[in-house]
C-alpha cells in the first residue's frame, strides 16, 4: 500500500514540475500598462535608430534591478553563513544580523523607488 501512495506522489510531483513552467508564464492583465512602457509599440515612440528611447531605458531599469537583485542574494548568502560559522560569537552573529538588516532595508527601498517610479511614468504617459 506505501507503494502505490509513493508511486502516486512522486507522478503527481512530476506533473506539477513539468506544469509549473507554464503556470509562471501565464500573462497578467493588471501589467498590460507596465509592458508598454519598455516596448517599441509603447505609446510614444522616440526611435533612436531602430530602437525606441523606452525600449532602452527599460532594459537598463531591468538590468539595474537584477544587479541589486544579485547583491542582495549575496548579501544574504553570506550573512547567513557568517551567523552559522559564528559558533556562538555574538560579535560574529550581531555582524551577521546587522547585515541581514540592512540588505532588507536596501531592497525594500529599491522595489519602493522602483513601485514609485512606475507609478508616476505610467501616469505621465
Known amino acids: 500500500m506505501k507503494k502505490i501512495y509513493k508511486k502516486i506522489l512522486i507522478s503527481v510531483g512530476s506533473a506539477v514540475t513539468a506544469a509549473f513552467p507554464l503556470l509562471v508564464l501565464a500573462a497578467n492583465p493588471a501589467l498590460e500598462k507596465l509592458d508598454n512602457v519598455a516596448t517599441v509599440g509603447g505609446p510614444y515612440k522616440t526611435v533612436i535608430g ?15 534591478l537584477g544587479l541589486i537583485g544579485v547583491i542582495f542574494l549575496l548579501l544574504m548568502i553570506y550573512a547567513g553563513y557568517n551567523w552559522m560559522t559564528a559558533q556562538g560569537e555574538e560579535e560574529k552573529v550581531t555582524k551577521a544580523k546587522d547585515t541581514i538588516i540592512r ?6 527601498i529599491v522595489v519602493g523607488a522602483y513601485a514609485i517610479w512606475a507609478f508616476v511614468f505610467s501616469k505621465l504617459f
Open 50 to 64: 531602430e530602437i525606441a528611447l523606452t525600449e532602452i531605458i527599460g532594459t537598463v531599469v531591468g538590468a539595474a
Open 103 to 108: 540588505a532588507v532595508i536596501g531592497i525594500i
